[in-house]
């Protein structure tokens, strides 16, 4: 959500000479009733001044049946944030219509190398936000300097004296956007596997923004902000187990079966109680059923749950749990034996099932659980694992 907004801010204030348009329309990837699953959401809009009704969600959009009339693709350009490849109905309509994209995760070589003058930056970094500051720095600094001689917050109405006073304070809530993502994808820069210098110039940069505004500099607190917002996105006690699921989901499409992955922020364990309460049945049997519901509703073939959370002896920790149709189990098999060593993967009882427990023989899906105690390698890493298993 932060990179295409913050992506817009700057762009739509400053855009190239040859801008395919001069407004720049953030889209927050996911229905408008799935905000309401992300608590930390919330928790950061209170910083940024900002409602979910302010944004822009797939639900905005034309139905696909209508995108020709109404959203005809060659009217249209799209910059991917976070992902460098358009997905699911999006992709199959506007595809070719990709024309940028800011992006850390694998290049799936779907966006064309030359993009001018959008960006095609795909580099390593621990939050994709962090190459958004970094790509647009300048720019920023261009825009806020302007928009303080030319008395941009009366131009929007604003009846406050001090005019800089008002564009530092947007500046500086933008900035705090940017932030939570960047402090929580990094565990507030003290992941060392994941935090890059990328990271920690664009924390810099943004808390030097932070610090403009006299109004916000005065309770600026990096340590609490990142409590409050990594603390609200681990609170999911209250959510449904489906919701749980569908949180933080992507999904593939790959030649052979659909692959969906969801990262939850509490263990397996915790989980199988979730669905042991709601069912009303064995831990084990509630779970195996809400997995197999949740992908029968997506036609998945296989769908792997990547858990993150913390021990009681405050270590952090990686679970995984893999299952597959009946006829993917081969795929999941080549997985685990081509990457058992690089993840670190040591077999686990919770979630699991094997053909000879008594009836199992009935099930449609199988399952295959593991600590993986490689914890640098999140679901970045993972995903095209996975998928490079059911291309073979």
Not at 148 to 162: K, T
Not at 170 to 186: F, G, P
Not at 234 to 257: F, G, H, S, T, V
Request: net charge negative; proline share 4%; charged share 25%.
């Amino acid at each position: 959500m932060t990179c295409s907004l913050l992506y817009a801010y700057i762009r739509s204030q400053a855009p190239p000479k040859d801008a395919f348009t001069p407004l720049y329309i953030p889209i927050v990837n996911i229905p408008a009733k799935d905000i309401s699953l992300r608590p930390e959401f919330s928790a950061l809009f209170r910083h940024a001044n900002i409602s979910a009704s302010h944004l822009i969600t797939l639900d905005d959009l034309p139905t696909a049946s209508e995108c020709q009339q109404l959203l005809p693709p060659k009217k249209t350009r799209w910059i991917l944030v976070d992902h460098n490849k358009l997905q699911g109905s999006l992709g199959q309509i506007y595809s070719a219509r990709v024309h940028g994209t800011i992006d850390h995760h694998e290049d799936e070589g779907t966006v064309p190398r030359d993009t001018n003058p959008e960006p095609r930056c795909i580099e390593k970094s621990g939050s994709c936000t962090s190459l958004v500051v970094h790509y647009f720095r300048s720019s920023w600094d261009t825009v806020s300097t302007s928009a303080l001689s030319s008395g941009a917050s009366h131009a929007q109405g604003d009846s406050l004296i001090d005019d800089s006073a008002v564009t530092r304070g947007w500046d500086a809530q933008v900035a705090k956007l940017a932030l939570a993502s960047i402090l929580v994808d990094t565990r507030s820069l003290q992941d060392a596997d994941k935090t890059k210098g990328v990271d920690r110039e664009a924390v810099t940069y943004l808390e030097s923004r932070i610090k403009l505004s006299a109004k916000e500099a005065r309770t600026w607190d990096r340590s609490a902000f990142f409590i409050d917002i990594d603390g609200a996105k681990r609170n999911i006690e209250d959510l449904a187990l489906n919701d749980i699921l569908r949180k933080d989901y992507k999904e593939w499409n790959e030649p052979d079966c659909r692959l969906g992955i969801s990262s939850v922020v509490k263990s397996l364990d915790f989980l199988v109680d979730k669905a042991a309460r709601e069912m009303g049945c064995g831990s084990d049997e509630a779970l195996h059923h809400a997995i197999e519901d949740f992908m029968a509703s997506r036609d998945l073939g296989v769908f792997a749950i990547m858990t993150t959370f913390t021990s009681s002896e405050g270590k952090f920790q990686r679970q995984l749990l893999v299952n597959s149709r009946k006829d993917m189990r081969e795929a999941v098999s080549r997985f685990e034996m081509s990457n058992v060593e690089a993840l670190r993967l040591d077999s686990i009882s919770v979630g699991q099932d094997t053909d000879d427990k008594e009836g199992n023989e009935d099930r449609k899906l199988s399952s295959r659980s593991w600590t993986q105690q490689n914890i640098s390698m999140s679901r970045k890493q993972v995903a095209p694992m996975l998928r490079k298993a059911l291309q073979m």
